[in-house]
């Protein structure tokens, strides 16, 4: 059975690739079973801080491969997140405790949106083009895309597409606030791996930490707990090396710890 998700260790980033160009990356059940897989390993490698998301050819996703998995959506037998994985889109279990950049090109449909939405920053080709297309299936999204879109777009904005299936250009996509950057096709990938690599040169706890505090920003608990978590980092060793690159004014070298 070929393998429709390729993982590549690159110092302490984790590449995540979706592999079925044929289909223009349509996700049937294999894809989503090792695409859950791999964000499991992402979570638990301490060596892993950082997850890169893209695609092998010219399109994100296609969306759900609805041949494949539209019969066992119906009869309550899709199975998302097998033994050892984690959902992707953190709907199913918590979602994945490591940042994760997104380099998207060409279509990039419903749960590619979703994906967007999950994932810390997202680097989008000019030739990207987004949509929730649940409701003209019949469905509704069921990987964030109802929660997520209007917190980043707005309720009216995110109403416009989430209710009428209409689709969405790179450029609005960054008015929306939904990417980060617009490049030329072809470089996305390049580019969410040099924001990887910034992030990864930072202390991995506290960015782990400062991930988790944004996740919950702005509600009664997490002010709550925010000195707590600063407490915690502060025994760390990682700590002490910041400090001394403060002094030194030497660049850190965190190990996570």
């Not at 993982?7 to 079973?33: C, F, S, W």
């Not at 890169?52 to 119906?74: E, N, R, W």
């Not at 040169?201 to 930490?209: C, F, H, I």
Request: charged share 25%; aromatic share 6%.
């Amino acid at each position: 059975m070929s393998t429709k998700i390729t993982t590549e260790q690159v110092g302490h980033i984790y590449k995540i690739g979706l592999n079925r160009p044929e289909k223009m990356n349509a996700a049937d059940e294999q894809l989503l079973h090792e695409l859950s897989l791999a964000y499991g390993e992402l979570d638990r490698n301490p060596d892993l801080w950082v997850g890169v998301i893209y695609a092998h050819g010219d399109h994100f996703t296609a969306g759900l491969d609805l041949f494949d998995v539209g019969p066992k959506m119906q009869k309550g037998k899709l199975q998302l997140v097998p033994e050892g994985g984690l959902d992707p889109w953190g709907i199913q279990t918590p979602q994945v405790k490591k940042p994760v950049v997104m380099a998207t090109r060409g279509t990039c449909y419903t749960l590619g949106v979703e994906l967007a939405l999950a994932s810390e920053i997202v680097v989008a080709a000019s030739d990207s083009k987004f949509g929730q297309l649940e409701v003209s299936r019949a469905i509704l999204p069921f990987g964030g895309g109802t929660i997520r879109l209007p917190r980043v777009a707005g309720h009216a904005k995110a109403m416009q597409y989430l209710l009428t299936g209409d689709r969405w250009g790179a450029q609005e996509a960054l008015d929306m606030g939904m990417i980060n950057e617009i490049v030329e096709p072809g470089q996305e990938l390049d580019r969410a791996m040099e924001f990887a690599q910034k992030i990864a040169d930072q202390a991995p706890l506290a960015v782990q930490a400062t991930l988790e505090s944004a996740r919950y920003a702005d509600t009664e608990a997490e002010k709550k707990l925010l000195l707590g978590r600063l407490g915690q980092l502060m025994q760390t060793k990682d700590v002490a090396r910041g400090m001394k690159a403060f002094v030194t004014k030497k660049p850190a070298k965190f190990k996570g710890n």
